[in-house]
């Protein structure tokens, strides 16, 4: 396994739809560790095939409940909605608020060729529209009602301190 370079939101290549994976070999299952370890070493959740510079529909994510790898992943329906904040390991030192379905079912296959089916909610399903945006061209950025800056974060921890100790 190698750790690859993860590209950043000045660079063009993010905003390039990727290719189906028509290939299932060594070579992508080489990619698919690769791009995992570097999730993990970036202190990551999700990781799309283009922000390490390769244009195809690949995703690693880990949202607490071990690795899931999705090729070709397709977006088969969505329920609700949520409204949360959002980073990117292409868009460091940023962060903005981005409106989500709250469940997510998507289609997908794995290093092997072999098709899933899988159904998130909350955090998972967040990350899954997250990730396959990536695939689209499209970044949270795009998308997002506002930025959040760290002054807001520290303004609504002190806020439900004070209302803690109902002061507010």
């Not at 690795?67 to 397709?74: H, K, Q, V």
């Not at 990536?134 to 002054?151: P, W």
Request: hydrophobic share 35%; charged share 35%.
């Amino acid at each position: 396994m190698a750790l690859r370079k993860i590209v950043c939101i000045e660079d063009d290549l993010l905003r390039k739809k990727s290719r189906p994976v028509e290939k299932f070999d060594d070579k992508l299952h080489k990619l698919l560790d690769d791009m995992a370890e570097t999730m993990y070493q970036a202190n990551g959740v999700g990781l799309a095939a283009p922000q390490v510079a390769v244009l195809r529909q690949i995703v690693v994510m880990d949202c607490g409940d071990g690795l899931i790898e999705m090729i070709n992943p397709e977006i088969v329906s969505t329920e609700g909605e949520q409204d949360g904040p959002e980073g990117c390991l292409s868009v460091p030192g940023r962060r903005g608020m981005v409106k989500r379905p709250m469940k997510v079912k998507a289609r997908f296959q794995d290093r092997n060729g072999e098709w899933y089916e899988i159904e998130a909610e909350e955090l998972l399903a967040r990350c899954i529209m997250h990730e396959t945006d990536h695939l689209k061209g499209q970044l949270y950025v795009d998308i997002m009602s506002r930025e959040i800056f760290d002054d807001d974060e520290e303004e609504a921890e002190e806020t439900e301190e004070a209302a803690e100790d109902g002061k507010a």
